[in-house]
């Protein structure tokens, strides 16, 4: 029963949210707990781990969750799950889209998906902040890191991996 519990989960996510990985953590951190697969906390580690290893972060979470419920088939059916749906939409959708891209509806269709994906990924922002900043108290602390890492990003341009050593580094020095 857990393993189709962790397909419809994961299937439903992949299907019903635009914008990429990102934009489904908030959907997928609701269902983890809503589910008890892991409390809020455990699930934004997987946020993060998912973050830092290569690949799609949605695979990747849908992997970890999956293998941290049921082992190495629940991480197998969980990837089937959030990768399907995307699978199978660009093969149904791909003639539809390439016949009437010109046209009006489907170009103001895409127009206004992009602020209802900017809102996901927002609600994911907020959703992270609140567990990382006030879970076990405040800690301005990891708000200066946050700050620092994001300045070091878009103001100096500092590579990715490189951002996120350091910062790892000044992380466990500091706190």
């Known amino acids: ?18 914008g990429g990985g990102y934009a489904m953590i908030s959907m997928l951190s609701n269902e983890a707990v809503k589910h008890n697969w892991m409390s809020q906390k455990e ?24 293998f941290r419920k049921y082992g190495l088939i629940g991480a197998i059916i969980s990837t089937l799950g959030v990768s399907l749906p995307s699978f199978l939409l660009v093969i149904i959708l791909l003639n539809f889209i390439v016949k009437f891209n010109k046209s009006f509806l489907v170009r103001n269709l895409f127009y206004t998906l992009k602020p209802a994906v900017i809102g996901l990924i927002g609600a994911a922002l907020i959703q992270i902040a609140q567990v990382s900043y006030f879970q076990n108290g405040f800690d301005f602390r990891l708000v200066l890191i946050s700050i620092a890492a994001f300045i070091a990003l878009y103001k100096f341009k ?18």
């Open 158 to 175: 500092l590579n990715v991996i490189a951002t996120i050593l350091i910062f790892s580094v000044v992380g466990i020095i500091i706190l």
């Open 43 to 66: 699930f934004f580690d997987i946020v993060a781990i998912s973050q830092i290893t290569p690949g799609p972060i949605a695979i990747n979470m849908a992997t970890f969750v999956g």
């Open 1 to 18: 029963m857990i393993l189709i519990e962790l397909f419809i989960t994961f299937f439903k996510t992949g299907l019903l949210s635009f």
